[in-house]
């Protein structure tokens, strides 16, 4: 049961995207909120530490992204709803704890606004912790839901999608959005969810008059852990099955399509504007939610393209998952800047006409 | 220059694999090792906890797992040849660090004998963070050589071959074995290789009487940090040219190919075996790099098989890049355990079976 | 200004130290409470890991004993209202931070539930940590007010005095109670202080449109140094001045006085009892402040007297406090018991008939 | 037994103090270093830095002052010769360590460069933790000889009597040095004090062949800690009798005595030879161990003076146990400056020039 709440007024209020994402999780319901200063994912810290507590709620700059995220943990095996924030560096220092966290089948939101790596890098915007967010961050047999935002309206609603799912599944599930969709303004009309509250029935309350719970990712029995890690497996194939999300556009009579997500879908947009303009039929297949991946959707629509171009923000991460999902019935190509720098729409368009060139060879395959 | 060192005798020893690897790192000429005790890794520190001090050299354990990687970090930065290991949690901590190590350039030598995962898991054996050491441990757009030892006589030779490839590339490389790698005793004849020391031109050796030098990952200016991507991504190319190592057995005609590595390519082995008395054409592929993954050789292979099988102690991880590597040419199919148990021959030779009997179906697909 | 609240009624209820102290600090008015579990002080974080959300104010369960000092300090800093408590190895943690406050000229109430020491010791009570509290804890020229109860009634009314001297002066404040006025249960009226709120205007409470502030304990010209320095002596000087308290009881005719503070005085109050049913002229002589010690009192009590007996739980600490007071004008004796053990009052007669026959030998010394 | 061992020649070389008081270390046989860098301690961990790899020893820079300390304790625990060092911030996170070490009579010698505090304070000299160092930093009744080196020179002997100290009592020991004792250069003549190494029967070596031991600060049973505190106790009576260790000069004839340590006492020379040319009779009592003080010979001095003056660069805090040996037999007063202030032969001239006139005064009491 979801609630729509207007703040104030449903006029457009100018807002950066941080301060967009944390008025929403606080609007979802967010009981708790741990966190490290961190470029360029300051102002959600910073709106949460001025919200929360006039909402009575908590608020935690912890002495490191490492505690941050193991505060989190402890706090979402209350049953409380809980975000935390961050930017690259920070997200890797939580590895551990995502993984520990899957493994319990505790729910919380983590919310990357990805920098330019590796290493500091740069504070510019960038999408190279893609491979990180749906592939190999902790260890072990986990999945992680996966919300990329393409615009701050959009980023609103994901971060009430991103609690349900949370909770509906038991799984951590992490925000992804760049440096971009952290710090742009755009208006914003104040209407946010509310979801309704429901006191799992796992949570660790304290166990007057009950038998007490126990949250844990240890199963020492190899049999045992065997068990939980099929009834992990099973609850990801439902997520496959049932939260796949994706946005077409222009892609009824397109030959090529642009495979993107985030700011660079919006790149992209612009970019395929231009392209029709000079007649080239272009379309945009942007993934919503990146694990799980729209595979089957971009496998039905491979076969009818005369190739793929997929942009990053990388050096080429998710274009591995294109190729995975297309299996060769489509020519894949690439084009992604990093380090900080947003690819132009021109240089777009000049990797559009290098594809419809090469798609029209007759020996191009599929790497 | 690599010089072969008998210690005391050429006559097997029996050792544990942590023993083994311990060794080999000590004779490939280790100068520095940090770490913090965790099963089911612990002997292979509890050796140089012994054997280091008593070569002169430095042996840290550290406050925890992110203590010792950010020691080898600096020590790698003095130019010291450094290994760190640990296990699957345990590595988890340390994915910031290697995201600076990869953006620094820092070569170290990193083992992980991998246990049941996710969280605390159990001790058992597994091969359930091959997303995280190929993909997406850290953030930002980096890769790390991955090499996958599958008898204890190749975990020797490997851990050199890894101090090898981290100094020529200069990069952090991982050195992946299971618990069975790490626990299981086999006779090893105690031949070692000894790398020659060249102290590099970046190293920071204190700048008495010449310019200071810099170690660093911050690019702030983004042009600067796509700059320093490039040169990444070139040489990860170069790695991926030139450092790819797989091993066939009995393919020449085989319809099947099992594509396994480490303890699962031991298991596959025996099954193969049974397969071919009863009368099955199966052979076994196994990488013995899994970053760079051997895309190109098996691709070259996949048309001549009626399908591939991949097994793992896992839900499923490297399957991904094998079906990236043969792009729909062959069905893929798959058979893991998962929590630290190890799946039988018998249970392979199963699935051969089964595998056989669907390439024999006309309607099987690629994914 | 100071109200008197009264907790739904005024009739005792049954408390334990611990929680009674922890909701004495919520009716003051305290903003934000940071803490680590360790016994005996466990049931006071409990109480306000309930209560303080209850209240809408702040509770946080840290990573350890320095990251709940820091944040006390970070939260100090802004103007809030900050409790922080623990038990003796957890307080040695606290001392870099507890320099830095003073320094700083930060406001914070720390309770000290003390247990026996060193080291780990034991879980049993303890007034081992008294040279700790009022002498050399953290490093500098600084001193910390320290208020001892006695009962937990007093404990309920000290709470609000360390508040109120904490912001009165700008400085740490402590509460050293041992491990029996955290455990024990008495009727408590509940009837609590409620402090005034004067948002401080050293407080960092954001810069908007006025001048930033600074909060530091750094003054790196050593001049800037030392004028802080006598600031903060003079500082310390007006607090000797002013805030010295003690209790007496029956020692208007006494011949020996007792002194003694929290338990022991309890102790103490029922061998004395004994002790002049037995003909003995005993008194008992109590600081409530153990800095400011009431020093120039017991020196001009001490003339008066035939010898003064000191009992702690300790191997003897408060003892040379007494002695640097007293400076020869009477004979000064110690008992106490250490390790988690408390005097019985058998005992402290004992100890008082030896100072009675001690002090009867002409020869008697200071020492 | 003790060598004496002449390193290259015996000719003076010119050392700072921080670096003569580490190589004083490795040529008593220090086996092991622990350290973080901070101002004005950082040349003694430069020098082990670079020195203990010479001697194939361990060194290590631990991740903060915690680390360090708690890798020194468990360094000790085996039985190696553990130095370690910081500057008064560090000290004070070291407060829950020591009195571990103190419970589980650990030997370790920990040398504070003393700067003005309190709080970050400054990078000047001070001597402003002397209550830290003598009374309470950390939790429980413990005591830890401190030796108080007033040349560079003698620092090179007090750092090979610490170790026999600590090794002797099996005690934490301390050395109590100000920022002018470590950064000063003066010529030493390079003859040291090796110590003879002797496996201590308690230290953990790994239980081959004999039954396990225990090295534990931890006895839950009250009568037990009681029982170790005794011994304890018993211990520190012992180190009373034996270790006292003080220098006079000039006392004599004097009617004035100074008390002054390390750089204090330096200062307080060269006042006392302008004021006995003033017609002044004054000498100097200058402690070298600091606990156990020298409290008996002060207390048989102070009878035939007029007055005592101490100084200090504090606030005042070694002026405490000078008014508790003394017990009021002969007036004290006290010069100070603090925040890394050094004062001047001039001011201490005047101040005992305004002692004399005091002393002259019928009225003086013993404050």
């Known amino acids: 049961m979801t609630t729509l709440t207007a703040r104030s007024s449903v006029r457009p209020v100018l807002m950066k995207g941080n301060e967009a994402m944390a008025e929403a999780a606080i609007q979802a319901g967010c009981d708790a909120y741990f966190g490290y200063p961190i470029t360029p994912q300051a102002e959600l810290l910073e709106w949460m530490a001025r919200r929360m507590p006039e909402e009575g709620r908590v608020f935690v700059q912890a002495e ?56 500091l890098g740069s504070i510019g915007p960038s999408q190279s912790d893609y491979f990180q967010a749906v592939k190999g961050h902790g260890h072990g047999d986990y999945r992680v839901p ?16 991103a609690f349900e799912i949370a909770e509906r599944y038991r799984t951590p599930t992490m925000l992804l959005a760049d440096g971009v969709m952290g710090q742009a303004m755009e208006p914003v009309v104040p209407v946010y969810r509310t979801l309704a509250r429901v006191t799992p029935g796992w949570a660790l309350t304290g166990a007057d008059g009950r038998p007490a719970r126990v949250v844990r990712s240890l199963h020492l029995l190899p049999e045992e852990l065997e068990r939980h890690n099929r009834h992990l497996q099973a609850k990801y194939s439902t997520i496959e099955e049932r939260e796949v999300r994706w946005a077409g556009e222009r892609l009824e009579d397109a030959e090529i399509a642009i495979v993107a997500y985030g700011t660079a879908a919006r790149v992209a947009r612009t970019a395929i504007d231009r392209a029709r303009e000079q007649g080239l039929a272009v379309g945009l297949f942007r993934p919503i939610t990146l694990w799980p991946f729209p595979s089957e959707a971009l496998a039905a629509l491979a076969p009818k393209l005369r190739a ?51 798609a029209d060879a007759p020996q191009i395959g599929a790497t």
Chains 1, 2, 3, 4 share one sequence.
């Open 64 to 119: 490191s992204e490492l505690a941050a995220i193991n505060m989190g943990l402890g706090a979402a095996a209350t049953g409380a709803r809980v975000l935390v924030s961050s930017s690259s560096p920070g997200i890797s220092l939580m590895a551990e704890a995502m993984s520990y966290m899957a493994g319990s089948e505790l729910p919380l939101v983590l919310i990357n606004v990805m920098r330019g790596g590796p290493g």
């Open 146 to 161: 996966v919300l990329a935002p393409s615009s701050i309206a959009e980023a609103v609603d994901l971060v009430a999608s």
């Open 308 to 358: 793929i171009l997929v942009v990053e923000l990388s050096a080429g991460q998710m274009v591995e998952d294109v190729r995975l999902a297309v299996a060769g019935r489509s020519p894949v190509l690439f084009h992604g800047r990093t380090g900080g720098i947003v690819p132009t729409p021109g240089e777009v368009v000049d990797a559009l006409r290098r594809t419809w060139d090469l």
